[in-house]
């Protein structure tokens, strides 16, 4: 375990490493979705031209780049989900669509609303992750 010394001065890197073995960080990561209106709209003090610069600036942990969820994880395929051991569940009840992911520690859930008014775009209700 990390004494207290060791945690005051953990590096990004170190930091999620520590989360990654069920240790506790010094803090929790922080972790921007970063986008080019993020970027663009940091201070000039920054002069982030792009996102690993904008990460500097704001001392993100770990970058997050933000890409269109039809070019992110295909969920058909849930055999990466299965080698990791993880269970995925979908199902709509009143127009709210609830995710459930089983991993051997535990449960996630996260809630999505998706409305006509705004072209179908999910919303999410429920994150995930509810606190630290």
Known sequence: MLSSTDKEQMTGRERLLALFRGQI??????????TSYFWENL??????????DACRCVGSDILDWHV???????????S????AGIQRSEHVDDGITTIELATPVGTLVER???TDEAGGTSFIRDHLIQGP
């Not at 201070?43 to 031209?49: D, F, G, L, M, V």
């Not at 269109?68 to 849930?78: R, V």
């Not at 990466?80 to 080698?83: I, N």
């Open 43 to 52: 201070p000039e003090t920054c002069h982030a031209s792009n996102a690993v």
């Open 25 to 34: 960080p010094d803090r929790m990561p922080f972790v921007p979705m970063m």
């Open 80 to 83: 990466w989900l299965a080698d």
């Open 112 to 114: 999505r609303s998706e």
């Open 68 to 78: 269109s969820s039809y070019a992110g994880w295909d969920w058909s395929d849930e």
